[in-house]
């Protein structure tokens, strides 16, 4: 069946806090009583549908429930074992680092604690690798941006190779990619990877054409790259010559309304050009899915074979940022599995 094949995967776009589960957000929920929240706020149910700016409130709830270095690590241990539990066997969590003065939270410790949730759950045996990302909200502007590249630059050194790669994410109606290139330039030439939110909506046309040309190491939707919606053979050149993978999030596009229904969703034209598409959860709480539940829907809705979903969930391993070695040995999983479910 189906499912079986989910037992492996790699998952390459999750937000921490957007992946938050119903069970997790009962305990925060719990722990603070006067802030009123109900999950009713913190996740957007099957059959419920949001606008991007609505989605974008979301997260701003969830950030009032998860503002301490307790909250950090607790949250990212869950959603690590969650993923776990759904059979992804390799996962780029990423997250955008915040201060909260309330709790004495800095950047520093956001992501120090990130990254002891990694480390405990390596030591307890989760099997599972992860890898961090550190998100730039592009809401709050160029020099903070280029702040959290240094700090990025700091951890990498320092991380034992846990934190590979930045991302460029939040409200796409705020700010232009222009400004952010300075920060994104100096975080291609010290080696991280970059995985850049492009064209989520329609009116970041010339912004993806300059940010394609950084070039970045995988793309985030995309939902408005090629021409049949708006975009244009320009932007979809660049992304095919220079074979840059695109993450695809079929339910968080269609319950956020960028897509008008699954069958609608761009994973079809570049699925088939050819293009490396990697399925992806984006933030799994808040949309109410999971990763097994994204590769059934994408076979489903576009009539996938057995063998293509197969195909599908290995050339994700290609797509990841992880070292070679542990590529590898993610191949040999994949590989050792293979015939048992072909
Ligand atoms: P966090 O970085 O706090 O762990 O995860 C939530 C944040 O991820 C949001 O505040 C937002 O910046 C970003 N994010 C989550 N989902 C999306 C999405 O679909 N599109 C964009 N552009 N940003 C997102």
């Known amino acids: 069946t189906l499912s079986f094949y989910s037992k492996l995967v790699s998952e390459l776009h999750a937000h921490l806090n957007g992946s938050v589960s119903f069970e997790t957000m009962e305990k925060l929920i719990a722990r603070k009583p006067h802030l009123n929240i109900k999950h009713s706020m913190t996740a957007i149910r099957n059959g419920q549908h949001r606008t991007l700016d609505e989605c974008f409130q979301v997260f701003k709830v969830i950030h009032q429930l998860v503002d301490s270095e307790e909250d950090i690590l607790m949250v990212a241990k869950a959603v690590i074992q969650e993923f776990a539990a759904d059979g992804v066997k390799y996962l780029e969590l990423r997250s955008t680092p915040r201060e909260e003065t309330k709790t004495g939270l800095s950047k520093r410790r956001y992501i120090e604690s990130a990254i002891e949730a990694i480390r405990q759950c390596k030591q307890e045996d989760v099997d599972i690798e992860v890898r961090f990302l550190v998100a730039i909200d592009r809401r709050n502007g160029p020099e903070v941006a280029m702040e959290t590249v240094k700090l990025a630059e700091d951890f990498m050194l320092s991380s034992d190779g846990l934190i590979v790669g930045l991302d460029l994410s939040g409200d796409p109606t705020v700010g232009h990619g222009k400004d952010l290139l300075p920060a994104l330039q100096r975080a291609k030439n010290?080696?991280?990877?970059?995985?850049?939110?492009?064209?989520?909506?329609?009116?970041?046309?010339?912004?993806?054409?300059?940010?394609?040309?950084?070039?970045?190491?995988?793309?985030?939707?995309?939902?408005?790259?090629?021409?049949?919606?708006?975009?244009?053979?320009?932007?979809?050149?660049?992304?095919?010559?220079?074979?840059i993978p695109i993450e695809l999030c079929l339910t968080s596009n269609v319950k956020g309304q960028t897509v008008p229904s699954y069958d609608k969703h761009h994973f079809q034209y570049w699925y088939e050009r050819g293009h490396p598409c990697v399925l992806c959860?984006?933030?799994?709480?808040?949309?109410?899915?999971?990763?097994?539940?994204?590769?059934?829907?994408a076979a489903s809705t576009f009539g996938l074979s057995q063998e293509a979903v197969w195909h599908l969930s290995q050339q994700a391993i290609q797509c990841s940022f992880a070292p070679e070695a542990v590529k590898q040995q993610l191949e040999q999983k994949w590989a050792e599995l293979r015939p048992r479910v072909l």
């Open 190 to 243: 010290c080696g991280l990877k970059l995985a850049l939110h492009l064209s989520e909506i329609p009116s970041q046309k010339e912004e993806s054409e300059l940010l394609l040309d950084l070039p970045p190491d995988r793309i985030g939707h995309g939902t408005f790259l090629h021409p049949e919606v708006g975009g244009s053979d320009s932007l979809v050149d660049k992304v095919c010559k220079q074979n």
């Open 281 to 297: 959860t984006d933030d799994k709480g808040v949309f109410c899915t999971d990763l097994s539940q994204e590769y059934q829907l």
